[in-house]
């Protein structure tokens, strides 16, 4: 079959596109940026890369003509306050687009939407589900509540709070009941999902043999991971209260902390197993999910993380438009240093970040993230999805990586971070040396105080990550 896969770079659809070529489809991947987007090369034969933006309705005339299914893999949650209204358009452009072409199926990934009260993220998904539901091919509508798997923002969340907190004191929506389900089995049901008659113009909710509450899967996780945890609900916590708590514990954004609390005051419980009975799917149990999910993490095989989605940063921009760093109205800190390995060098610059750190003033990195999460930035929490691979689009701690090309030998960074202007981080290995750049364009007065401000620093951070680096 001819399958167009949106949210081909998203946490869901990278790793659902190996699954659909080993079956033999053709799969058109649509990506806002394509230097993002690194399928690995075996699949090359059985893809063909969409560049669009569904906010953009003329960039969709790309879209083939015959699609037999398409995936809606896309959604704004943590981009913009006003996500709701972003997710509404694209799924009108969307639906606008392929009532124009022959499209036998649309599958799309919502979440469970079975109360009357539900919150704005929930509503949002259920809003574009009726949006989709209206064009002229037939609906599959999948329901999910909280997915489990390496990488996926419910399952670092709670590892985050697991690992990092003994003692919590939490808040009362720590009592919800949800039906949790491992990202294996989300999978195994898209993929079935494909071209399957049975479940044509028909929406069913999905979720693992498990209802528990959130305490109980954090509880479980600890015993998972052998560690006693203590946890006691308070009715005090606001929202907004809630939300900072789980910003400042976790590496979720603030908005996403907020969207998230919202939607956690709301039981997701699944009103039946019509989709598993249909598919013939046996879901893992919330324990076993959790121990694959580590499986994963400890032979680093994090295939994608939801930090690597572009809606995750804090800027909206196109890659491509930032990979040749300015020079006028710019500030630049240029470093060089010789080197004699070529090769122990890469791997140090591959490696640098998350839980390698940055080689020197360790303490100082993790104090601007603190400062960042303060103002509302991304911190450095965010990590690496990999401990060793870099690509363009990944999210290195409170940086976009821009380019990386290890044969070239140049690694490019942007900053996510609040700052009052825009910075690139750069390392280039060229004839011997290795060439480490800081740019940074002033954005008014106040981006000018802040470089200065920050100089006296440069000769502690940016000197001893050099000579690190660089060391035979």
């Known amino acids: ?17 190996p699954a659909l070529v080993q079956d033999g489809h053709f799969v058109y991947c649509c990506v806002r940026d394509r230097s993002r987007f690194h399928p690995p090369s075996s699949l090359s034969d059985q893809i063909e890369i969409l ?12 879209i083939p003509q015959k699609i037999d299914v398409a995936y809606y893999l896309v959604h704004s949650m943590s981009a913009t306050a006003d996500y709701r209204e972003l997710e509404q358009r694209c799924a009108r452009n969307f639906v606008s687009a ?61 590892r985050d709070l697991v690992e990092k907190l003994p003692i919590m004191i939490t808040p009362k929506w720590l009592r919800t009941r949800c039906q949790p389900i491992g990202i294996r089995d989300v999978l195994e ?41 203590w946890i006691w609900t308070v009715p005090v916590m606001t929202p907004r209260l809630s939300s900072y708590w789980l910003y400042f514990v976790t590496s979720t954004s603030y908005r996403l902390a907020m969207a998230l609390v919202d939607s956690m005051k709301v039981e997701v419980v699944a009103r039946d197993d019509r989709a598993l009975q249909i598919l013939d799917v046996q879901p893992a149990s919330y324990r076993v999910s959790v121990q694959r999910a580590f499986d994963k993490i400890d032979t680093n095989e994090i295939v994608s993380s939801w930090k690597d989605a572009q809606v995750s940063g804090i800027k909206r921009f196109k890659q491509s438009e930032f990979i040749d760093v300015p020079t006028h109205g710019c500030f630049k800190d240029e470093r060089r240093k010789e080197f004699t390995d070529r090769e122990a060098v890469l791997n140090r610059i591959w490696a640098i970040g998350g839980s390698t750190g940055w ?76 060439v480490q750049t800081a740019t940074f364009r002033p954005q008014g007065l106040l981006g000018r105080l802040y470089w200065y401000a920050v100089l006296p620093f440069h000769g502690i951070v940016f000197s001893g990550m050099l000579r690190k680096l660089a060391k035979g």
């Open 189 to 229: 049901i898209l993929r079935l999902s494909a071209g399957n008659r049975n479940v044509y113009g028909d929406n069913f909710d999905i979720g693992g043999p498990d209802i528990l509450s959130y305490k109980e899967m954090l509880l479980i996780y600890a015993e998972e991971r052998g560690l006693k945890r």
């Open 51 to 62: 560049e669009m933006d569904l906010l953009e309705p003329e960039s969709l005339s790309v």
């Open 98 to 158: 392929l009532d124009q072409r022959d499209v036998d199926q649309v599958i799309y990934l919502s979440g469970m939407v079975n109360e009357d009260d539900l919150s704005e993220h929930l509503q949002s998904r259920k809003d574009v589900e009726a949006i989709l539901a209206k064009g002229s091919f037939a609906l599959t509508a999948l329901r999910a509540g909280i997915i489990i798997g390496s990488g996926s923002a419910s399952f670092e969340i709670i």
């Open 1 to 17: 079959m001819n399958i167009l896969l949106t949210g081909a770079t998203g946490y869901i659809g990278k790793r659902l596109l």
């Open 359 to 434: 080689y020197a003033a360790n303490w100082l990195w993790k104090l601007r993230g603190y400062l960042d999460k303060l103002v509302g930035g991304v911190g450095l929490r965010r990590g690496r999805t990999s401990l060793t691979e870099v690509h363009s689009g990944d999210a290195l701690d409170f940086w976009r990586v821009l380019y990386a090309d290890r044969e070239e030998g140049r690694l490019l960074l942007f900053a996510e971070m609040k700052v009052p202007g825009e910075a690139w981080l750069e390392f280039c290995l060229d004839d011997g040396e290795l």
